[in-house]
């Protein structure tokens, strides 16, 4: 199959998420017993809103000089808005969005314009898989012009 038709939807990981409402305490905890790198924040009608990364909660410790108080809510420090893409996107195209915006993971919807997140990919397993079907690709493409 070309580097460029191969479906991100192949490749999503189900979406952890938590209310705008909680807490840091119920984040960290969402975190570690997810072993996922981040959580989406959604709002009272499910549509996700928000996006707090491991990473963002130890920034946020380390701005505040480790004096925040785990009562500190999601909406408070979840950085928005929220970069998604459609799961007809190939792994190019959502290699070129996080690129383009300097994020790690892209949240996938359904349809353009929704608000309701179905999946997640990672910078590191899109690349991976792009390197992994050029390199296969190339050797297959090789064989062929050595016969």
């Known amino acids: 199959m070309p580097?460029?038709?191969?479906?991100?939807c192949?490749?999503?990981?189900?979406?952890?998420?938590?209310?705008?409402?909680?807490?840091?305490?119920?984040?960290?905890?969402?975190?570690?017993?997810?072993k996922k790198g981040c959580v989406l924040v959604n709002n009272k009608k499910g549509e996700t809103i928000g996006i707090i990364s491991d990473r963002d909660i130890q920034r946020l410790i380390l701005r505040e000089?480790?004096?925040?108080?785990?009562?500190?809510?999601?909406?408070?420090f979840m950085v928005k808005p929220v970069i998604t893409g459609q799961n007809t996107l190939s792994l190019a195209?959502?290699?070129?969005?996080?690129?383009?915006?300097k994020i790690n993971r892209l949240p996938i919807v359904e349809k353009?314009?929704?608000k309701k997140v179905i999946g997640i990919v990672n910078y590191e397993t899109v690349?991976?898989?792009?390197?992994?079907?050029?390199?296969?690709?190339?050797?297959?493409r090789n064989r062929t012009y050595q016969h």
């Open 93 to 101: 195209e959502a290699d070129q969005i996080m690129h383009h915006h």
């Open 3 to 8: 580097i460029m038709r191969i479906p991100v």
């Open 10 to 34: 192949e490749l999503m990981d189900d979406p952890v998420f938590v209310s705008e409402d909680d807490n840091l305490l119920t984040i960290i905890k969402r975190l570690l017993s997810t």
């Open 65 to 76: 000089g480790g004096l925040i108080s785990p009562a500190i809510t999601a909406k408070e």
């Open 112 to 114: 353009e314009g929704s």
């Open 127 to 140: 690349h991976a898989n792009l390197i992994t079907t050029f390199a296969k690709s190339w050797i297959e």
